[in-house]
């Protein structure tokens, strides 16, 4: 059985679901594939909250991207009546024994200084003062230094994702879940995607198939693309644990290593308990080889290297856990490039772990690339050619 379309795109996660929802609306005739029935917890694109934020200490390109998303979010809410971005405040903090207020390199002070350049609202804390309005934090050291964006908060992945693909379905897209694509091939005449189930035929395709991308995809995403198994953690509070009465997202680095960092959000209401996690990216995994379960000894580690001492009012009890997996690139910064190697196939969604927050805006940029053969925003620092070296 074949089916023909403008535009297939191929995983419908975060990125996915975006640009499906764009193109459908612009009017595309589009078909989207997953092999699962997102929203689901079999990939990079679950676990109730992510962190969005304006001042994106990962780099300045990242910024007009979030912006967007802001937008789109705001607009897909007053379309469906969804909440979808809660807009509590984000709090981005270094309290660490070596913390040196001259490091250009700290994640709160190259915040800071993207805040200063764009412009965006924001303050800048001290110790002090981020214990007595966020009293969670109270361990912080003397020497700590927060900075605060009031824009920033969480967005809800699951829901996003289950709202633009309802809207994309409404306007027309074909989406095909529970069905596995199996090979793409391009020609000058157009790109054929295999499944399990049929092929398609389109003009262009757009491959955000995250940590499945680098098998599908070939050279040289295969060498470029690492699949890194995170962990997230829902500790459950204190009975008499104070938090502010609107209580942020957050960043914090308690120490020099890469593992020295944890980030979390507000307890949600109803649920009694507060989600912490961290990002690792020394261990690497595979799709197939994932493992997805935590082990009580891997909560103990958590809540003694992350939260004890570092978050108050949490006790050590998980009352929920689960595990997600990035899709890394060498420099941990996005790849959405043509592939060197099939005309019109568009690869997106190797997003290093701090995708989420751009997805809305990308998925704009994306149906922008295929319909006009550019996107409005500046996308040439995630081509595959700062990778030449490495190739």
Not at 170 to 195: D, F, K, N, P, W
Not at 240 to 252: Q, R
Not at 284 to 312: H, N, P, W, Y
Request: glycine share 10%; hydrophobic share 35%; proline share 5%.
């Amino acid at each position: 059985m074949g089916e023909r379309c403008e535009v297939a795109v191929l995983g419908l996660g975060a990125m996915g679901a975006a640009t499906a929802y764009q193109l459908a609306k612009a009017g595309i005739d589009v078909i989207g594939v997953d092999r699962f029935n997102p929203p689901h917890t079999e990939g990079s694109s679950h676990g109730d909250t992510r962190i969005t934020r304006l001042a994106v200490g990962e780099g300045a390109e990242y910024v007009p991207i979030v912006h967007n998303s802001h937008r789109i979010w705001r607009e897909l809410e007053a379309l469906t009546g969804e909440s979808l971005f809660e807009q509590c405040g984000v709090l981005v903090m270094t309290s660490s024994p070596a913390y040196d207020p001259q490091d250009e390199n700290d994640f709160t002070h190259r915040t800071i200084h993207l805040a200063k350049t764009y412009g965006i609202d924001h303050e800048v804390l001290n110790a002090g003062e981020i214990r007595q309005r966020f009293p969670q934090f109270s361990p912080v050291l003397d020497t700590a230094i927060g900075y605060f964006e009031p824009d920033g908060g969480y967005v809800r992945p699951e829901r996003c994702i289950d709202v633009q693909l309802k809207l994309a379905r409404q306007h027309g897209a074909r989406l095909l879940t529970g069905e596995t694509v199996t090979g793409i091939s391009s020609t000058e005449q157009g790109v054929t995607v295999t499944t399990d189930k049929r092929a398609i035929q389109a003009n262009k395709v757009v491959v955000s198939a995250g940590m499945w991308s680098a098998d599908l995809l070939g050279a040289p995403f295969n060498q470029l693309l690492r699949v890194c198994r995170q962990k997230l953690f829902w500790f459950e509070l204190e009975e008499d644990a104070t938090f502010a009465p609107v209580s942020p997202s957050f960043i914090l680095t308690h120490g020099p290593g890469d593992v020295d960092v944890n980030y979390g959000f507000p307890p949600l209401p109803g649920e009694g308990s507060m989600k912490v996690a961290t990002e690792q990216y020394r261990d690497a995994s595979s799709a197939g080889s994932l493992d997805r379960t935590i082990s009580a000894a891997e909560e103990q580690d958590m809540f003694d290297a992350q939260v004890r001492g570092k978050i108050a009012g949490v006790t050590s009890r998980v009352v929920k856990s689960s595990v997600c997996a990035y899709t890394v690139t060498p420099d941990y910064n996005f790849i959405i490039d043509e592939h060197p190697a099939m005309k019109n196939v568009l690869v997106v969604s190797a997003c290093s772990g701090h995708g989420f927050k751009h997805s809305a805006g990308l998925g704009e940029a994306l149906a922008q690339w295929c319909i006009n053969g550019k996107s409005d925003v500046d996308l040439s620092a995630f081509s595959l050619k700062r990778f030449d070296d490495q190739r």
